[in-house]
């Protein structure tokens, strides 16, 4: 059976397509926690690489390590640029890639756009920075992952697809300052603080529900294409 690779950086993210596999199982490899499952005569290891640099580069390489893979595939969330981009927007990062992108409708039934991604150290939240961000690199969307994954590929010579759904925009932000949202170094979102933000700030509420829908959306579509890219790759 072909062999293929998904990385997501957060379970949050992943949810939806582990529901589509088969046989699924866990396993230690390396020191770190992998996924195992079938979807049709593919088999899939899964990996959580965790956010940012420090932990993606740590995991993958681990994740990598005395493996022969024909494919990984890097999917997620994204944050777009530019309002051109719409959450729940599928991306392939052509920049990333080493597939040929030339017929992205071959991959998926779902419409996917192809542009250039950026791996970026921490969220961005501000519209302005978004914009410079664009102006100044002419990628689309940012992540904070892809790059590195991309160069452990390279190193192990697995070909890669990026793919990623559009979760905020400049035109629908983050519900709340991302370092209530999430913290890099502990690797996960303190309820307490998100809860003493709130509180703080009550009219913030609706959008933190309207954002969490948006999310569920968006995890939804992804892992809509991301079965159809597995499945054709």
């Known amino acids: 059976m072909t062999r293929i690779a998904v990385t997501f950086a957060l379970p949050a993210e992943s949810s939806e397509f582990l529901a589509q596999l088969r046989d699924k ?9 992998i996924i195992r499952g079938t979807l049709g005569d593919r088999d899939i290891e899964l990996l959580h690489t965790g956010v940012g640099e420090k932990v ?16 990984l595939i890097s999917a997620g969330f994204a944050g ?26 071959s991959f998926s039934s779902l419409p996917i756009r192809t542009a250039d991604l950026l791996t970026v150290p921490a969220l961005i939240d501000s519209g302005g920075e978004r914009n410079e961000i664009a102006r ?6 940012v992540d904070m992952e892809t790059e590195f994954i991309a160069r452990a590929c390279a190193e192990h010579g697995i070909p890669l697809l990026s793919l990623r759904v559009i979760t905020d925009t400049p035109h629908e932000p983050f519900p709340a300052p991302p370092k209530v949202l999430f913290d890099i170094e502990q ?42 890219v597995a499945r054709n790759l």
């Open 25 to 33: 199982s866990h396993a230690d490899r390396n020191g770190i926690r």
């Open 56 to 71: 993606c580069r740590r995991r993958v390489e681990k994740f990598l390590r005395d493996q022969h893979f024909e494919s």
């Open 80 to 105: 777009a640029l530019n309002d051109e981009l719409r959450v729940g927007d599928l991306l392939l990062a052509r920049n990333f890639s080493t597939f040929d992108l030339n017929d992205s409708r």
């Open 136 to 141: 100044s690199t002419g990628a689309a969307a």
């Open 187 to 228: 690797q996960r979102t303190h309820l307490l603080k998100l809860v003493r933000f709130l509180l703080a700030h009550p009219n913030k509420i609706p959008g933190l529900v309207e954002f969490a829908r948006r999310i569920a959306r968006a995890r939804k579509t992804l892992a809509t294409a991301l079965v159809d």
